[in-house]
Nanobody, 119 residues
Framework: QLQACGGGLVQAGGSLRLSCAAS????????MSWFRQAPGREREFVAG??????MYADSVKGRFTISRDNAKNMVYLQMNSLKPEDTAVYYC????????????????WGQGTQVTVSS
């Protein structure tokens, strides 16, 4: 089970940090990712992390950083230099194995947290 939080309203250029709490003993073996979905658009991959460094969508590279704390069963998404086009509901997701960008390959999903960036 995943529980995401940390969303909110921020001005363009601002920062937010999303957190995702995971339950279960197998968290350390899971690839964890963040997806987002804006109104009228498909859910899209934002960032993911398994055992090495993060993997990022081109649209967020250099602005967002994903990290994890296996001791706490937590995943974070630090979002800097936010833009209005980053406005969406953000979801954390987990799966066995490596990070992939296809949402349908993920087995576990959090409830989503709203991020709104004003211009």
């Amino acid at each position: 089970q995943l529980q995401a939080c940390g969303g909110g309203l921020v001005q363009a250029g601002g920062s937010l940090r999303l957190s995702c709490a995971a339950s279960g003993r197998t968290f350390g073996n899971s690839a964890m990712s963040w997806f987002r979905q804006a109104p009228g658009r498909e859910r899209e991959f934002v960032a993911g992390i398994a055992w090495g460094g993060g993997m990022y969508a081109d649209s967020v590279k250099g602005r967002f950083t994903i990290s994890r704390d296996n001791a706490k069963n937590m995943v974070y998404l630090q979002m800097n230099s936010l833009k209005p086009e980053d406005t969406a509901v953000y979801y954390c997701a987990g799966k066995w194995g490596v990070v992939v960008v296809t949402a349908s390959h993920y087995d576990y999903w959090g409830q989503g947290t709203q991020v709104t960036v004003s211009s």
